[in-house]
């Protein structure tokens, strides 16, 4: 009975289609072109709804990942002026991105530095831009880049943290924008740019989402301004413990979520590669916190949690340049190696050679994204990316496993070259920085604390 | 009327309290405070630096008492908040001029 009202049914509806399309039948090259173009939008969609979740995962890093990480890590005094570190620049950046800061990136132009054809982000909508991102619009991809160089200063504000004056961390944070980023972002990942090793660069360098152009350049700049600003007042006579961990461990649990909008998100596309990245950037951050955990076990008798969160991140950093490139267990071998040695750099060296890197953006990011760099060369594999081809179309090996041993070669020049542009650069805007503002505040306005001293606020009220 | 100051481990506060409500004596200020006496410090390393941490967490418990009361409550902070450990405190003693309700300017005894 229930059978034969389905078939009524069934033969029914059959029979209201065939009258709809009663009409004369699309020829069949029309109906594979509306085929192809439907294809190509649901792509389209998909790629563009990850593509965007990303951009939003990498702007979490900064906020408020970034800022409860060093924000907890600070004395009580400065926890505001710290969190506005990473906060401020994730409007400052924005500006500068819309007005200039992208074309200098991504337009092609020298080696160096982007041309202006997308000055005030002319050109720049719906339409893909195919040396970059053929299925998602421009504007995605110019929103996602964004992301990244917000973080980029953010990072750096942990070795100045704690005694830098906030109007010459602006001008410092604008111009470093202009000398170090905008240049290294396009030669490492702009058409034409001198590293960049699939859009024609000179030097073909891997760096999947931003070891050199993000961790080396922050963290080798860190270093140049905690050594040009001095140590801290009572540097290693007071006691300057962190004032609240239970932020730094929600912030990097939120730096480890975001990062895989960060890494993963650099494949570009919802595709397979982007699932590659997920998972080699997972298990280098897991075999980083255990690495740094079980050394500072060994060494100091103790696991800590700081080490832990703090080896998590090393990880990540590691990771960064190699993580669309390696299969899943050199992940877990360079996360090893990066939680181990910047565990040893951010406790023996640091001590050793005495600077006040206050949150340890050199030993962390500086360290950890040189390590990354250098042991992408080794591990990079055309099973996991096959985007490298010759004039054939026949898929290149990449890395020292794949039978390439010139790319770590590849790899410690880039490095150099963001070394070299990170010292150079950072050393001439502080200067510039201290002649019209002076960098530092002053002695009392220390001891007060940034939060009261620079911006007229406490983090913490009792009488509230 | 005395007034009585103990400092005291924090995890005696609540043995502390049970007992003195035990022999009817309900009212009392609690303040988290550090210090130290005899009592050695710990380390704590964050990130290699090193801190030797000498002032550790203590409850600081006041009341003021009539004078009959004193010897009995003293006693009774005494041995509910000992472990017999070093670190577990000291109990101070102070006369007091005069006590004062707020809320009906009632004075001395009748005030506490």
């Keep these: ?105 991504f337009g092609e132009g020298s080696p160096i530095i982007g041309d202006l054809r997308y000055l005030f982000l002319n050109g720049v909508g719906a339409a893909p831009n195919a040396d970059y991102a053929a299925t998602i619009p421009q504007q995605t991809f110019m929103v996602y880049q964004l992301m990244f160089a917000i973080i980029t200063p953010a990072l750096i504000s942990g070795a100045f943290a704690e005694r830098m004056k906030f109007s010459a961390m602006l001008l410092f944070t604008v111009l470093w924008a202009f000398v170090v980023y905008f240049p290294l972002a396009h030669m490492v990942w702009g058409k034409g740019g001198l590293l960049n090793a699939f859009l024609g660069g000179k030097i073909p360098c891997f760096d999947f989402a931003g070891g050199t152009v ?90 800590s949690v700081l080490g832990a969160i703090s080896g998590a991140v090393a990880g990540l950093v590691a990771i960064t340049p190699a993580s669309g490139f390696v299969a899943p267990f050199p992940a877990l ?49 055309s099973a996991v990316n096959d985007g490298l081809k010759d004039a054939s179309g026949k898929v290149l090996g990449l890395g020292l496993i794949d039978g390439h041993p010139g790319q770590v070669l590849n790899q410690v020049i880039g490095v150099l070259i963001s070394w070299g542009f990170a010292i150079v650069g950072t050393l001439i805007i502080l200067k510039i920085c201290d002649l019209v503002l002076g960098v530092r505040v002053s002695s009392d306005e220390e001891r007060e604390g940034l939060d009261l001293s620079m911006h007229g606020e406490e983090g913490y009220n009792f009488e509230a | 009327m005395k007034k009585i100051e103990a400092i005291i481990q924090p995890h005696k506060l609540e043995d502390v309290k049970e007992a003195l409500k035990a022999i009817g004596v309900d009212g009392m200020t609690i303040t988290e405070v550090r210090g130290h006496g005899r009592q050695k410090g710990h380390k704590e390393i964050y990130r290699g630096m090193e801190y030797q941490v000498d002032l550790l967490p203590k409850m600081k418990l006041e009341l003021v008492v009539g004078d009959p009361r004193a010897d009995e409550v003293i006693r009774t902070i005494v041995s509910s908040a000992r472990t017999g450990k070093i670190g577990d405190g000291k109990v101070f003693v102070y006369d007091v001029a005069d006590a004062i309700r707020i809320r009906n300017e009632d004075r001395g005894d009748s005030a506490i």
């Excluded at chain 1, 932020?247 to 590659?276: D, E, H, P, R, Y």
């Excluded at chain 1, 998972?279 to 103790?302: C, D, P």
């Excluded at chain 1, 006040?356 to 760099?373: E, N």
Aim: hydrophobic share 55%; with cysteine; proline share 2%.
């Design chain 1, 1 to 105: 009975m229930h059978l034969r009202r389905c078939i009524a049914l069934f033969s029914l509806i059959l029979a209201s289609t065939a009258v709809a399309f009663a009409g004369p039948v699309p020829s069949l090259e029309t109906r594979v072109a509306n085929l192809e173009s439907a294809v190509k939008s649901a792509q389209s969609a998909g790629d563009n709804a990850w593509m965007l979740v990303s951009a939003a995962l990498v702007l979490m890093m900064t906020g408020p990942g970034l800022a409860l990480f060093y924000g907890g890590l600070v004395r009580r005094k400065n926890v505001l002026g710290t969190m506005m570190h990473s906060f401020i620049l994730m409007a400052v950046v924005t500006v500068l991105w819309a007005v200039v800061g992208y074309s200098l990136a």
């Design chain 1, 214 to 303: 993000v961790h080396i350049s922050s963290g080798v700049s860190a270093l140049v301004c905690a050594l040009y600003l001095g140590k801290r007042q009572g540097y290693q006579s007071e006691v300057m413990k962190p004032h609240n961990l239970v932020l730094s461990v929600i912030g990097a649990c939120l730096l480890w979520v975001g990062w895989f909008g960060f890494n993963a998100g650099s494949a570009l596309a919802a595709s397979a590669l982007a699932t590659s990245a997920f998972v080699a950037t997972h298990f280098a951050t897991a075999s980083a916190a255990l690495g740094w955990t079980i050394a500072e076990w060994l060494h100091n008798g103790k696991p």
């Design chain 1, 333 to 381: 071998l360079i996360g090893l190696v990066a939680g181990v040695a910047c565990f040893f750099m951010v406790t023996a060296v640091k001590s050793k050679f005495g600077y006040d890197d206050t949150l340890d953006a050199f030993g962390v990011h500086g360290a950890g994204g040189t390590i990354g760099a250098i042991l992408t060369g080794v591990f990079a594999t």
